[in-house]
């Protein structure tokens, strides 16, 4: 079920929405159309070569498989492509004709064998393939050029590879590509529908050499497999393209020169760099002389440098379209949207766009992939086949898809309903010191206005030294601690709660009594600010939206200057880094500060909490607990984000968010907390040597550009890699280490989350 065109594929389905298939005849269950706003559906008599179809959006054409491959498996019995000369190029003789040559085999008297208008067929099985009868009167019949099907064999690399073969080529069992164990990974199946990641079959979803797998063996990763080569010549790839389009897969053109102007090294060469992207391992990508090209499907052409010191880089390839070199980012849209690039990612409705690599909520075909032109990038809303507007897939698992909240250039608004935006409705009940009379915890952020003792005696005004003379629980000595007037208040953080000074000369101070506040109701992960979510090129990011990021917390000495970031995943417990901790093991060491946008910390909303206890990972993970010695208010500036499913793994290029007040390199933001998007790396190629070279370990993951601009750096440790499930933001990473600060080829390393939760879950029930 998908929004677009046509989705031309069905292979033994039972059932979809009600269109049933059991007991048809074969030549009579070839196709049937489904209109997937209407939810309905209508089976054909025949397919897309022969049908008159219904062109419309919303229509998808399901086919089953033997009659959309061009290529044949075995003899090619079951040949049912479109292939219509011979091999020397003679055009076929339709089956149904008696000139010039007079058939054996017809529709009529062979009907099972497809023998329609005059393609290539194999009707009597012949062992040399699909043939025809020619329209030559000199030759009656003559073989065609059929490929072979990669379901036995391999062309290329293999990334067609639809077989079934399951060993690695040392004899080791494939893992199950739905599985993690005993490997995790990200190569899960719903995250990449194009590349049939079934069973434990071999194959190529990353541009590797040739098919591999997981295996089942604890001890090693992954490894290739033994995948026969075609006896037949690989399909035709074409002239390719003398300029870019997508990601440059098909670019073809003379360019050996890398952005930063060092020359390409020749891709036969092993000097100065040794590698594995050869002419031979890589025998359909054109890898000739030093030519920029893109093997293994990078997001554009590169080459090995003949730098020493360089490994590789990214090509400056001329855009096809020029409005690419250039391009404008623009809040409007023309016709019908086809060329919008902007960056808009929300619908009429107010529904945050799901991202086009992702099948969460939504499974669909509308990748980058199989779109290369559309430019579907992160979830920006586009309209790549064709619609009324532009649109996206919404994170909202009971709405499919939505217009996006877009207006025409010309000023006009869009034709198509709009309902009302949804009224952001809080749950929380609002706890800020002036709206209510009760505590949380030992009540350091009370600020109410009783202002008399337990016993019932007036409090003397804080600022005031008579009857009962004190130098320092003042405003001045505690412009933070709420010191108004003569109104009860913690200081000092005691541990039996508020305080003050009493106005009877005979008591110098005494406990105020104050009710404690029911438990605060919330929502983890949701916070009241929508977040920019901003995939710009924290270093190169942008700016976040004040208490948008309400779980970020500012890890600090005792003397309030910031060094590292946390997440609040508990209105008591805080996430950090484990090397964040390394100055000092006592808890009074650091403090932390919630609720804060500027790194001065001077907002009204601003929380200080005291560290009680410190729990660091016994495992050697770079992952620490923190627990604060009272309760967080819980409020609009101040929410806990979600904990992951235990052990639960991220799809590679899953898009995620990194937070923070560190270092920003001169790209501007000093001093505000900044955000930045970007892709999570499967491990696998995270640990390749051009990148991180095998030095992220199993709990770790890696986030980041392939081509450098933005990252988490120094200042950045301990804070949160946050990723959106269904509109709710889940702590999947803590920012651990990396090799430079947004350096190409050096994506950032986080402590993977989900594979400590359980211990997480512990030390919180009994810490």
């Not at 009594?513 to 992960?525: L, Q, V």
Request: charged residues 20%.
């Amino acid at each position: 079920q998908t929004k677009g065109n046509i989705f031309k594929m069905y292979n033994n389905l039972n059932n979809i929405n009600g269109c049933f298939f059991h007991g048809f005849p074969l030549n009579f269950n070839r196709a049937f159309l489904f209109t997937s706003k209407d939810q309905q559906c209508t089976t054909l008599a025949e397919n897309t070569k022969t049908s008159e179809l219904v062109r419309r959006t919303d229509v998808v054409l399901f086919e089953k498989r033997m009659y959309l491959l061009e290529c044949r498996t075995g003899k090619g019995k079951d040949y049912r492509g479109t292939v219509s000369e011979t091999q020397s190029g003679v055009p076929c003789q339709k089956w149904s004709a008696s000139k010039p040559h007079l058939p054996k085999y017809t529709p009529d008297n062979t009907p099972l064998a497809g023998l329609e208008a005059n393609y290539c067929r194999n009707p009597d099985e012949d062992e040399k393939g699909p043939w025809c009868y020619t329209t030559d009167p000199n030759i009656r019949f003559d073989y065609c050029n059929i490929q072979e099907c990669e379901d036995e064999c391999m062309h290329c690399s293999g990334e067609n590879y639809q077989g079934k073969i399951s060993q690695t080529e040392s004899g080791i069992e494939c893992q199950h590509w739905d599985a993690q164990q005993p490997h995790s990974h990200g190569y899960i199946p719903s995250n990449f529908p194009e590349k049939n990641l079934r069973m434990n079959y071999c194959r190529n979803p990353d541009g590797e050499p040739r098919p591999w797998c997981f295996t089942t063996n604890p001890t090693k990763r992954w490894e290739f497999c033994n995948i026969p080569r075609c006896t037949t010549p690989p399909p035709l790839s074409g002239p390719g393209r003398q300029c870019l389009s997508g990601n440059g897969e098909d670019y073809r053109g003379k360019i050996g020169v890398t952005v930063s102007g060092n020359t390409c090294q020749r891709w036969s060469a092993q000097f100065p760099h040794k590698h594995g992207r050869t002419p031979e391992s890589y025998p359909c990508k054109a890898l000739e002389e030093n030519y920029c090209r893109n093997p293994d499907g990078e997001i554009k052409p590169w080459c090995y440098t003949t730098n020493s010191t360089t490994r590789w880089e990214y090509c400056k390839i001329p855009s096809c379209d020029e409005t690419e070199a250039n391009p404008v980012i623009e809040d409007c849209f023309q016709g019908t949207g086809l060329t919008y690039r902007g960056t808009t990612s929300l619908t009429i409705s107010g529904k945050k766009c799901q991202a086009w690599r992702s099948m969460s909520p939504h499974k669909h075909t509308k990748t980058p992939t199989e779109y290369p032109n559309a430019d579907l990038r992160q979830n920006y809303c586009r309209n790549p086949d064709g619609d009324r507007a532009p649109w996206c897939y919404t994170i909202d698992p009971s709405v499919r898809w939505e217009y996006c909240n877009l207006r025409r250039c010309s000023n006009t608004q869009i034709n198509l309903p709009k309902p009302p935006r949804p009224t952001m409705v809080s749950t929380l009940r609002t706890t800020t010191a002036t709206q209510t009379d009760c505590v949380v915890g030992n009540g350091l952020d009370y600020r109410g206005t009783i202002a008399t003792t337990a016993s019932g005696k007036t409090c003397q005004e804080w600022s005031s030294q008579k009857p009962h003379s004190h130098d320092y629980f003042t405003p001045v000595t505690h412009p933070r601690a709420g010191l108004e007037r003569n109104y009860c208040r913690n200081p000092d953080g005691d541990i039996n709660g508020p305080w003050c000074y009493t106005t009877d000369p005979k008591k110098a101070w005494e406990y105020c009594e104050i009710t404690k506040c029911p438990s605060p109701k919330y929502k983890c992960g949701k916070a009241k600010v929508l977040p920019k979510l901003c995939p710009t090129r924290i270093v190169g990011g942008c700016v976040s939206n004040p208490h948008s990021w309400p779980w970020q917390i500012s890890l600090r000495t005792s003397f309030n200057m910031h060094f590292c970031g946390g997440t609040l995943i508990a209105p008591q417990w805080v996430l950090t880094a484990k090397h964040c901790l390394e100055r000092s093991p006592r808890p009074s060491s650091y403090r932390i500060f919630l609720g804060l946008h500027t790194e001065r910390a001077d907002e009204a909303s601003v929380q200080i909490r005291d560290v009680e206890r410190i729990f660091k990972e016994p495992g050697g993970a770079d992952i620490a607990l923190l627990k604060m010695h009272s309760p967080a208010v819980i409020n609009n500036e101040v929410i806990p984000a979600c904990l992951p499913s235990e052990n639960v793994m991220l799809g590679n290029r899953a898009e995620c968010y990194v937070t923070g007040w560190g270092e920003t390199r001169g790209t501007g933001g000093e001093g505000k907390l900044k955000e930045t998007g970007f892709p999570v790396i499967e491990n696998k190629v995270c640990n390749r040597p051009e990148f991180l070279n095998g030095k992220v370990r199993n709990h770790e993951l890696c986030a980041g550009n392939i081509d450098g601009g933005t990252d988490s750096c120094q200042g950045d440790s301990g804070g949160p890699l946050i990723c959106n499930e269904q509109e709710t933001f889940f702590v999947h990473g803590v920012t651990s280490w990396g090799l430079g600060c947004a350096e190409p080829m050096k994506p950032g390393v986080y402590a993977r989350v989900s594979r400590f939760v359980g211990w997480i879950e512990r030390v919180m029930s009994t810490g």
